[in-house]
């Protein structure tokens, strides 16, 4: 299977001295027959030769990135980023940004500075054929994924960040990693140093998000990439558990329980980093008992190194923080209830899949604390709990009118009452039933 490409596109392309080829994961793609939903162009033509052409048909075009010789070809409602054939040399070190750049007028040499074959393959958007300078097609055919050059350390040494996108390439294709090419990238895992944590973070996200998160996590181990992403995590491999309660050691643990949330970000950083409180505080006191609180405290610290936005790390540092609660599934459905309303809407239901994927992921099928939860917090939604003060039938203002109080902490002590009484007993949160209460109380 190719691409298809759109009669906008064609005509264009038809009006350019040179030929105009799609590149890249939309070619791969759809040769393994899986949909693309961006198309990038290339050619010889320089960014200015492309935006007079276009001009000259009333098309935008503007500059995306000068350096990179990149524009993006607005055709109706389809947009199209297009770069100029290029070759590149970085410095010393993995840091990602090249040091000089060529335009050329060379397929050739632009297939050759990309990462891996199978993502530099050209299709003629005219013709349809397929130019194919590095073996792509050979190896999607043996399903293997393989660096441009027969060297890989020449791809793999400039870029420490490619060492990451190997394996979401292996994750996403389900391509086993050519032997050399992953002897080399375990070789210059270090690179990853180089590079900024802000990009770390993106490409942890991609891979997080993958549809294989377990091969994704499991491969960023084996290549030694931990340590320059989550190196507190490492302290978790080989550190053994109770086995009637997990089969795995705490690193693999929490591994699996990536492997059972939803593709949802916070999500699985919640369940990557759930029990990294672990080694420390078993260090520090000799147990595992207080590990949720230490792991709040640390995943506070892993996140905002990654540079992940604030209420990111507080939504998920606070559910690390009290993914211990009710542990066995003893507490009476009012204390669930009232706890849950604390927290918030939102805030139980990531504990819910949390605790979910917390007993799926060590191995036994410990699924009865979750139920329980889920049936209690649709129980909640059924009846029409109060989960905010606000939603309250009577405000702080009236407690203090009703009691003739001053604003002060019986007021706001006293309103918590109501709101928990509330929680218990939704059908009381009417203005008379909360007056008679206050009352009482």
Known sequence: MQLNFSPELKTFAAQLPTPLYAVGGCVRDALLGRESHDVDLCSALLPEQIRSIAAAQGIPCPIVNARLGTVLLCLGDQKYEHTTFRTESYPIGGAHQPENIAFTDSLEADAFRRDFSINALYQNVLTGEILDPTG????????????????????????????????????????????????????????????????????????????????????????????????????????????????????????????????????????????????????????????????????????????????????????????????????????????????????????????????????????????RWREIYSDMLADGCPWSYDELAITGQQIMDELHLAPSREVAGLKRRLFLHCVCHPADNSPERLLRLLHEM
């Not at 499991?218 to 080989?238: K, M, R, S, T, W």
């Not at 949802?264 to 078993?282: N, T």
């Not at 905002?304 to 209420?311: G, M």
């Not at 209830?337 to 809407?345: L, M, P, V």
């Open 136 to 371: 792509g097609l050979s190896d999607l055919s043996r399903r293997v994924l393989r660096t441009t050059t027969a060297d890989p350390l020449v791809i793999l040494r400039d870029d420490g960040l490619r060492i990451l996108r190997l394996i979401r390439f292996a994750v996403s294709t389900g391509f086993p990693i050519d032997e050399a090419t992953w002897r080399c990238a375990k070789a210059q895992v270090s690179l990853l140093d180089d590079i900024a944590w802000e990009r770390r973070r993106q490409e942890l996200d991609r891979l997080l998000l993958s549809d294989d998160v377990l091969r994704a996590l499991e491969l960023i181990h084996e290549v030694g990439a931990l340590p320059y992403l989550i190196p507190e995590l490492c302290e978790g491999d080989g550190m053994h558990q109770r086995k009637d309660y997990h089969r795995y050691d705490v690193l693999p643990h929490m591994f699996h329980c990536c492997e059972n949330t939803p593709p949802v970000l916070e999500y699985r950083l919640m369940a990557l980093l759930h029990d990294v409180g672990k080694p420390r505080c078993l260090r520090e006191t000799g147990w595992f008992y207080r590990h949720a609180r230490y792991g709040e405290t640390m995943s506070k610290e892993i996140l905002r190194r990654l540079t992940y936005p604030t209420a990111l790390v507080q939504r998920v540092s606070l559910a690390v923080g009290r993914h211990m609660f009710d542990l066995d599934g003893r507490a009476k459905p009012s204390t669930v209830r009232k706890r849950f309303a604390e927290w918030g809407q939102q805030a139980a239901m990531d504990e819910i899949v949390l605790r979910e994927a917390d007993m799926r992921g060590s191995g036994y099928e410990l699924d009865y604390v979750a139920s």
